[in-house]
T-cell receptor, first 113, second 114 residues
Framework: QKEVEQNSGPLSVPEGAIASLNCTYS??????FFWYRQYSGKSPELIMS????GDKEDGRFTAQLNKASQYVSLLIRDSQPSDSATYLC?????????????FGKGTKLSVKP | SQTIHQWPATLVQPVGSPLSLECTVE??????LYWYRQAAGRGLQLLFY??????ISSEVPQNLSASRPQDRQFILSSKKLLLSDSGFYLC?????????????FGNGTRLTVT
């Protein structure tokens, strides 16, 4: 069973704080991991891709991957009210047909001014 | 640059009516194309994907079908809609970067079946 698990939230953080979003996946052999942001009523937009263990930083966003623990996270530094959205974790499972992405149900983030 | 277009943006259809949603991609050739559905309170569910003209793979058996009549066109259809078909339908593409690269989504179609 290919599963991607996320805490549904809502996760509430004050403006300027660090938001930490977590995701676990079921297949230890998975190689490709993504974070998408989805505003209410809109389509998902890609924030980060990560393929290797460790941290990957892009502006205020840092993705962290630990394949041994089957865990991927997203840190948002200096959180802004405009970061309020649902964050989707997606995984391409090892052996998955044509690289199809399996999504978690998402974590809703609320950044309070 | 690559862009993806989906239409219509919203649709209200009665139960038993037909459905046709269209998606086109610009700025790339031979993309992999995908249809996902996001139902209320549920995650994104892969419905169909296509690696080329006329090549369709179904991930979930249901009363929907897909077709790819042209390289950059992907169509989702139904002959008779069910209430359970309501949801947010998203078309996505992946280009030549390989099957481990991310997907990029269109703006989606919100379908309400009444």
């Amino acid at each position: 069973q290919k599963e991607v698990e996320q805490n549904s939230g809502p996760l509430s953080v004050p403006e300027g704080a660090i938001a930490s979003l977590n995701c676990t996946y079921s297949d230890r052999g998975s190689q490709s991991f993504f974070w998408y942001r989805q505003y209410s009523g809109k389509s998902p937009e890609l924030i980060m891709s990560i393929y290797s263990n460790g941290d990957k930083e892009d502006g205020r966003f840092t993705a962290q991957l630990n394949k041994a623990s089957q865990y991927v996270s997203l840190l948002i530094r200096d959180s802004q009210p405009s970061d309020s959205a649902t964050y989707l974790c997606a995984v391409i499972f090892n052996g998955g047909s044509q690289g199809n992405l399996i999504f978690g149900k998402g974590t809703k983030l609320s950044v309070k001014p | 640059s690559q862009t993806i277009h989906q239409w219509p943006a919203t649709l209200v259809q009665p139960v038993g009516s037909p459905l046709s949603l269209e998606c086109t991609v610009e700025g790339t050739s031979n993309p992999n194309l995908y249809w996902y559905r996001q139902a209320a309170g549920r995650g994104l569910q892969l419905l169909f994907y296509s690696v080329g003209i006329g090549q369709i793979s179904s991930e979930v058996p249901q009363n929907l079908s897909a077709s790819r009549p042209q390289d950059r066109q992907f169509i989702l259809s139904s002959k008779k809609l069910l209430l359970s078909d309501s949801g947010f339908y998203l078309c996505a593409w992946r280009g030549a970067a390989g099957i481990n690269s991310p997907l990029h989504f269109g703006n989606g179609t919100r379908l309400t079946v009444t």
